[in-house]
Each structure stands twice: as structure tokens, then as C-alpha cells.
């Protein structure tokens, strides 16, 4: 044409950017990996990790870092990448890794955003922590009392001391910080499931370790400014203190002879109707005097307003003798009616 003319010698300054071949698969460059492995990703896992992407030049086109938050996906499963997919699978948690994708298993000829067409990738990759949608709770055993006879169940008022953090070792919470046991009700909810699971069959004294996934701990949202979104939760725990509860369905129990004349009893003025007042006052005596025992750990007023409101079947704010029931007649009445 008429740029370059006939019998020219030409001369060409050439940058090599990268190259690969049709028949490349990824390379990987293991770049740390943690001493203790204990499980290593596989297909179905969902993996969190931190990645800067490069193109073989070393110019950057995407960081996770930038983010300040990491990249969750479930490997294997077509999420992301071929390559990547295929990059994350035999990880530790906690391993840092270099993936190199040719084009055909990364954006291809035709690249995406900042990632030019035919283009070499780069990923650095540090794997925060991983887990399987079917894992279970994991429980470690670190000391149990010689005299362990007793163990935590449902109901149960329990005290304890924990350390929480994620699985790099990122402290999220301590109750030994803040100078006092955590307290709750086993199995009533006021933990997430994973660590009510935990904290089942534990003895006063015993030490374990708990490792709940995030569907058994604070979901895909996390805990805004605490707990980041889908991550695997590592509970150290102590347990200080147990107060046996009450049989399942029960807020209150007699420890002797229930009287005949229970109605009567309750019944201060004689009138026929016992109020809220009434009922308050007569539980807090058997409780008092130890012929009763209340469910621990709740509010003293929830339960006895429960409790009336249960007998209080007409919703009028008093009790008669006609609607006044013990828990077991009620239960023999239903199966009657069955």
C-alpha cells in the first residue's frame, strides 16, 4: 500500500505482554500454606478469600482488598471462572496461593471490563475460611471434669465464659474482657443454633472448642460491624455455672404434694376470681418457702403473667375455680378429647 513500499525493510519494537497456548491449564504456585490442615476445599464448599488480580505484566485490575471485603462463592459449581473454579479447590483455610488462568479459562477472547481480550490472569489468593451448606457444629473437648455426671440439656440455666472468633484467628468477642459470665436458657433461642448445639451435654467445668458454619451461626448478613457475612464462627467455652431447668412445656413445678384446696389457697379473698395480684403473690410464696420452683433464668413477671394469662381462658383479666387448671389436667383432658 501506500504506508509501506515496496522492497522496504521493516523493524518492529515489541513488548511481550503474555502468552499461553490453546492447551494451557491453570498453574498454581502454593505460597503459604498453613502447617495444620485438617480439611481441604472441594466441590460444593463456600469458600470466602481475598485476591488481587493482575494481568501478567503485573498491571492490576481488580482487589478484593480495595473492597475491604472478602470474595464468597461456592467452588466447583460454575460460580465463577473456570479457572478460578478450578484454582480454589484444594485449599486450606488460611493458605495463600497464586493462580495462573489462560484466556480460555478465564474472560477469553473477548475480556471483560478492565481485563483486555486474550488476557493472562493473575490471582493472589488468600482463603479466609471455607465450610459445607451441610456441616454440622463441631465440637472439640479440651477438659472434662473427673466428676461429670451432670450435663447441660434443654432448659438448663447456664453460665459461661467464651472467646469468639473467626477461623484466621481474628478475635470477635470475650466475655473474660468485659468481666462477666454470658447467661442464658439452653435451647430457648437467645443464641444462634449453633451454639445452643454446642453447649448440649457440657458439664460445669468443662472446657470445648465449637466451630459453627455460618447457617448455624449468623447467616449470609453476618452481624453489621461484628460478624461478616458468612463466616465460620470458632467458640472457645468454659462452663462456670448449671442450674438444672424445668421438663420441657413447664415454667412452674411443685417440689411436694400439690394441695387439694389449690383454688382456695390462691384465692385470698375468698371471692371466687383471682386476679393477677393474687396469682403473683402466691407463686412468689411457694417459690419462697422452696414447695415451687419457677423455670431459671427468665423473668420472674413473664412467667407468672404467662401462667395466668394460660389459666385466664375467658381473656377477662380474672381466673374462676371453673377455669382453673393444672398443667397434667390439661394434658389428660386433651388426650381425652383425642
Keep these: 500500500g501506500k504506508e509501506i513500499p515496496g522492497q522496504a525493510s521493516l523493524v518492529f519494537d515489541v513488548v511481550l505482554l503474555d502468552l499461553h497456548n490453546p492447551k494451557d491449564g491453570i498453574a498454581i504456585e502454593n505460597q503459604q500454606v498453613p502447617e495444620s490442615c485438617e480439611r481441604r476445599s472441594q466441590e460444593g464448599d463456600f469458600l470466602r478469600y481475598h ?14 482488598y480495595s473492597r475491604n471485603r ?10 465463577v471462572i473456570a479457572g478460578m ?7 486450606c483455610t488460611g493458605e495463600r496461593r497464586r493462580i495462573i488462568i489462560p484466556p480460555h479459562l478465564g474472560y477469553g477472547e473477548e475480556g471483560r471490563g478492565k481485563i483486555p481480550g486474550s488476557a493472562v490472569l493473575v490471582f493472589d489468593i488468600h482463603v479466609v475460611d471455607f465450610h459445607n451448606p451441610a456441616d454440622s457444629v463441631s465440637i472439640t473437648v479440651n477438659y472434662k471434669p473427673s466428676n461429670c455426671t451432670i450435663l447441660s440439656k434443654k432448659g438448663d440455666y447456664l453460665k459461661y465464659h467464651y472467646n469468639a472468633s473467626l477461623l484466621d484467628g481474628t478475635l470477635l468477642d ?33 472446657r470445648r472448642t465449637v466451630v459453627i458454619p455460618p447457617h448455624l451461626g449468623y447467616g449470609e448478613d453476618g452481624v453489621e460491624g461484628e460478624v461478616p457475612g458468612s463466616a465460620v464462627l470458632v467458640f472457645d467455652i468454659e462452663l462456670l455455672e448449671l442450674v438444672s431447668g424445668l421438663p420441657e ?11 387439694p384446696n389449690l383454688f382456695e389457697e390462691i384465692d385470698q379473698n375468698h371471692d371466687g376470681e383471682v386476679l393477677l395480684e393474687e396469682f403473683s403473690d402466691y407463686i412468689q410464696a411457694q ?26 381462658r375467658d381473656g377477662n383479666g380474672k381466673v374462676t375455680a371453673e377455669e382453673f387448671k393444672l398443667k397434667d389436667q390439661e394434658a389428660k383432658e386433651e388426650h381425652d378429647e383425642l
Aim: proline share 1%; charged share 20%; aromatic share 12%.
Design 174 to 206: 470475650s466475655t473474660h474482657s468485659l468481666g462477666k459470665t454470658y447467661n442464658i436458657v439452653l435451647g430457648s433461642g437467645q443464641v444462634v443454633v449453633g451454639m445452643d448445639m454446642g453447649l448440649q451435654d457440657m458439664c460445669v467445668g468443662e
Design 85 to 91: 473454579d478450578e484454582g480454589l479447590l484444594g485449599v
Design 287 to 312: 417459690v419462697d418457702s422452696g414447695k415451687g420452683k419457677l423455670a431459671p433464668g427468665f423473668d420472674f413477671e413473664k412467667i407468672v403473667k404467662n401462667m395466668f394469662t394460660n389459666q385466664d
Design 51 to 64: 485476591y488481587n488480580g493482575t494481568l501478567l505484566d503485573g498491571t492490576l485490575f481488580d482487589s478484593s
Design 70 to 79: 472478602t470474595y464468597d462463592t461456592y467452588v466447583g459449581k460454575g460460580y
Design 249 to 259: 412445656g413447664y415454667m412452674f413445678v411443685w417440689n411436694g404434694e400439690v394441695s
